[in-house]
């Protein structure tokens, strides 16, 4: 008879992580009309009119405003083209991101 225990097992314990969630930030400026403002979210962050008027207000007055929240790749890519759209227009405008607690 073979000594090789064919029983053996190995028992993996799947390790299932969510992945982080990253914040998307609007930075206040003093020069990067309202109107523009709002327009970069409606078209960046599929928000409506009043939505992206409440963030842009909120920013306005508090330095800045939590946008939304996506994976990584995705908040960085829409930090990016929407931080670009303001660039392009010779605006000072700026999305951050930062990772969820
Ligand atoms: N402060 C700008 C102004 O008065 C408007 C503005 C709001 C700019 C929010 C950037 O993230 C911002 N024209």
């Known amino acids: 008879m073979s000594d090789i225990?064919?029983?053996t097992r190995t028992k993996t314990v799947p390790k299932v992580e969510r992945p982080k969630l990253h914040k998307v930030i609007l930075v206040n400026d003093d020069y990067t009309?309202?109107?523009f403002?709002?327009?970069v979210l409606k078209a960046e962050f599929r928000m409506t009119e009043d939505q992206a008027?409440?963030?842009m207000?909120?920013?306005?007055q508090k330095g800045s405003c939590v946008v939304a929240v996506?994976?990584?790749?995705?908040a960085e890519t829409k930090a990016t083209r929407a931080t670009?759209?303001?660039r392009r227009k010779g605006y000072p405008l700026l999305f951050t991101t930062e990772p969820e607690e």
């Open 57 to 60: 207000i909120t920013a306005h």
């Open 5 to 7: 225990d064919f029983e």
């Open 33 to 35: 009309p309202r109107e």
């Open 84 to 86: 670009d759209a303001g």
């Open 70 to 74: 996506f994976t990584r790749d995705v």
């Open 53 to 55: 008027h409440r963030v």
């Open 37 to 39: 403002v709002t327009s």
